[in-house]
């Protein structure tokens, strides 16, 4: 392909840390015949959610015929990470991201490397995956972890990939665990998104992130089945599993469109609910969990 | 009939796997008169399985098409799962788990 413009895209040192949302890796086609340069040098730390950006970039910038250069990072911490949670297995022709050898793999820390899911049977395998993963790591104090863990990935990847699987990249699962006690999911696809999926039968909900506060009040999106049979109830089970479970705080952040909510649990109860709305729009639905004993 | 879900997996997260299930099993509970669902074994039943799965089975039953799935050795948050399914689709909660009225 004929490149007649380079996009030049840079991480910071910070974009990868839990606070962020990843708004650096832009969902959005860029001029016709242009190529991106993605600066991954400064990256000094990453978590799932970037994670799971970072791969979707790649993806989703491929499929729209846009070659990607990656510039991978100085850090050995984080290539270490982008390796053994294995960022670059798979990747698209279009795009160009070599990760230095790194020989030091201790992987146990991470729950569930990057997972790319594009067909319902794929959900089953990550049912598989789920499994060998409580078995694994879920014992003693973090046994109280594995109910919660269990409902966040299962009800928000059974969302992702219902909205995901039509689009190009499908949908994306990591988890990860930190001093044993705190672990990080994230979940998210490049589908229609909450606000506009909402707005098809709720016309009225014109801020995004007061729709994605709405999709977590029980019956909204079920409400849209004629069937009436129960859809649209995943965040509600995901919080009901977080209050439920004796952990000593979680917290839950939803990036759709131009919308963003998140909100904590602490000893059984929902704080903070906090919806708002950002200048960047973002393709599909992208939910960080933090679930901590 | 009686149907081991822990044969099958322990864990169960997808709605869609749930409505491959059923339509796995159904011809063989079509042709019993009884249905027991047996859950030891199985770590985490999501709500959406529950309901594609567990729900659908009852309230086809409760239309009389299929007989009525008895579950039996759950977990307390898999009993709550298919409770609450059950409840949406208004029918009656089962188990010592039932969900408050």
Redesign the interface.
């Known amino acids: 392909m004929a490149a007649s413009e380079q996009i030049a895209l840079s991480a910071t040192q910070r974009s990868g840390h839990g606070t962020r949302w990843g708004e650096d890796l832009i969902l959005r086609p860029p001029p016709p015949e242009s190529r991106l340069r993605l600066d991954l040098s400064k990256l000094g730390f990453v978590e799932p959610l970037y994670l799971l950006r970072l791969r979707a970039f790649l993806d989703w910038h491929s499929a729209k015929g846009t070659e990607v250069l990656v510039v991978p990072p100085r850090s050995t911490s984080v290539q270490a990470y982008l390796a053994r949670m294995k960022i670059a297995e798979a990747l698209p022709e279009l795009c160009n991201f070599e990760l230095p050898e790194v020989t030091a793999h201790d992987r146990s820390d991470v729950l569930l490397e990057l997972t790319r899911l594009k067909s319902?049977i794929e959900?089953?395998q990550?049912?598989?995956l789920?499994?060998e993963v409580?078995g694994a790591h879920f014992e003693g104090d973090s046994a109280a972890l594995?109910?919660p863990f269990?409902?966040a990935?299962?009800?928000m990847?059974?969302n992702a990939?219902?909205h995901g699987r039509g689009a190009d990249t499908g949908a994306y699962v990591a988890a990860q665990r930190y001093e044993k006690k705190r672990l990080v999911m994230a979940i998210g696809d490049t589908g229609v998104g909450i606000p506009d999926h909402l707005r098809e039968q709720f016309p009225h909900l014109t801020n995004d992130g007061e729709a994605i506060e709405e999709a977590t009040k029980e019956g909204v999106t079920?409400a849209r089945n004629e069937n009436?049979?129960?859809?649209g109830?995943?965040y509600v089970?995901l919080t009901e599993?977080m209050t439920?479970a004796k952990m000593s705080s979680g917290s839950v952040r939803i990036w759709s469109g131009c919308g963003r909510y998140q909100f904590s649990v602490r000893n059984g109860q929902v704080f903070d609910r906090e919806p708002s709305v950002t200048n960047e729009r973002t393709a599909g639905t992208w939910v960080r969990v933090e679930l901590s004993v | 009939m009686y149907v081991y879900l822990a044969d099958r997996?322990?864990?169960?997260?997808?709605?869609?796997?749930g409505r491959r299930l059923l339509a796995d099993l159904r011809d063989e509970i079509e042709h019993d008169d009884e249905l027991v669902l047996d859950f030891e074994g199985v770590?985490?039943l999501?709500?959406?399985?529950a309901?594609?799965f567990v729900?659908?089975l009852a309230e086809q039953a409760a239309r009389g098409k299929l007989p009525h799935p008895e579950v039996i050795n759950a977990a307390a948050?898999i009993q709550k799962?298919i409770n609450?399914?059950f409840r949406?689709?208004g029918i009656a909660d089962t188990g010592e788990h039932a969900l408050p009225a």
Not at chain 2, 9 to 17: I, Y
């Open positions: 319902l959900g089953d990550l049912d598989d789920l499994q409580v594995t109910q269990l409902m990935v299962g009800e990847a059974d990939l219902s079920a009436r049979n129960h859809r109830m995943g089970h599993a439920d | 997996g322990r864990v169960f997260s997808m709605r869609d796997r770590i985490s999501s709500h959406s399985f309901d594609e729900g659908e948050p799962a609450r399914s949406a689709r």
